[in-house]
């Protein structure tokens, strides 16, 4: 396992962290634990979770994923101070979720105590916004007049970044949290945090998340660039486009259990002709040089310049097995060019 450092922090983490918004839903607490000791066993030492979680995000599985981690660290105490565990306070939008209200300064002292319970821990190493209090272009909405992003009012939305800091300062100097990310934001949206920060003297982002893969590559090359020299730790979520990427679902295969099986908030937005034909294609030219499709995608995201760790997730663990081998796994440059004409190919399908 290879390890890099997560932007400003210092921390160390490992290439792959280890995703569980399935853990609760998809994944019993038996699953999890092979998951966690499997991951661990293997040099993983980051984990990725969120109050929201499990997925599909509903009130009877509201921190359910949390609450899975946190029964392993209590049979596994020892194990903690070796890991960096992350975790995510939702945004606005959901009515279980502190009535639908926008993430706050209150409600991020009482999203971290809530959290900390759960996961029966006493400090979370990186504590991430899920996504912006204002409108933005992540979750399908990054087509162009989806979002007005004139409609947004700047200085209301720059207040509530500077609020929401101030609170993050206030767990931070508790020793609640030791460092802060977003999530699913955008350049302007880093950039201010930053200024705010500097300008204030209070915490600075360290990390972004945003879905990034084959499909999906709309960080390339704005957003990415800005992380390398602001010293932001970039974490592609979602490198399979939410498993699509494995092939699993070519020709209307709907594999039993599998997520596209589940009902879906934003509906099967990734199911299309040309994501069809794209993934045929990936999965033709990841066989004909000795991978699967999955582990082309992830070793091919593992590449791109800028990237820390890649957020995995899996269902069973030879998905786990096969998805870890991809990272040592490498691309010659032949393959780099016979990926490059189709990402040309196929721009954006979804």
């Known amino acids: 396992m290879e390890y890099s450092v997560l932007g400003s922090s210092g921390l160390k983490v490992s290439r792959v962290c280890l995703g569980s918004m399935t853990w609760g839903e998809q994944n019993t607490q038996q699953d999890a634990e092979q998951q ?7 040099g993983v030492n980051f984990i990725d979770t969120a109050e929201l979680y499990s997925i599909p995000p509903r009130a009877e599985t509201y921190g359910a994923t949390e609450k899975v981690i946190g029964n392993w660290l209590a049979k596994n105490p020892e194990k903690r101070k070796d890991l ?9 939008g959901l009515s279980w979720i502190r009535e639908g209200g926008k993430i706050s300064g209150e409600a991020i002292k009482q999203a971290v105590d809530a959290s900390l319970t759960r996961l029966q821990t006493d400090y979370i190493d990186l ?27 700047t200085e209301q939305a720059s207040n509530d970044m500077l609020e929401i800091l101030q609170g993050l300062n206030d767990c931070v100097q508790a020793g609640k949290i030791r460092y802060c990310g977003l999530s699913d934001d955008t350049t302007w ?7 705010l920060s500097e300008k204030y003297s209070l915490p600075r982002m360290v990390s972004i998340q945003n879905e990034f893969n084959m499909l999906h590559t709309k960080d390339w090359p704005y957003l990415i660039e800005h992380c390398i020299h602001e010293d932001i730790a970039y974490l592609p979520w979602s490198p399979l486009g939410g498993g699509v990427l494995s092939g699993k679902y070519l020709n209307g295969a709907r594999p039993e259990g599998s997520r596209w099986t589940i009902a879906q908030r934003n509906g099967l937005f990734r199911d299309s002709q040309v994501v069809n034909s794209a993934v045929a294609d990936i999965k ?4 004909r040089h000795g991978m699967t499709a999955a582990q082309l995608a992830l070793a091919w995201c593992d590449k791109v310049d800028g990237v820390t760790s890649i957020i995995i997730g899996a269902t069973s663990m030879p998905q786990l097995k096969e998805n870890l081998a991809a990272f040592s796994m490498p691309l010659s440059e032949t393959l780099q060019a016979e990926v490059l004409a189709l990402l040309k190919k196929y721009p954006l399908p979804f």
């Open 189 to 195: 949206g880093i950039s201010e945090y930053l200024k």
């Open 84 to 92: 960096v565990l992350a975790t995510k306070i939702a945004g606005p």
């Open 284 to 287: 033709t030219l990841a066989e």
């Open 127 to 153: 504590y991430q916004l899920h996504w912006p209090n204002r409108r933005h272009p992540h979750f399908s909405n990054h087509w162009p007049g989806q979002v007005k992003f004139s409609d947004t009012n």
């Open 36 to 42: 966690l000791d499997y991951a661990l066993s293997q």
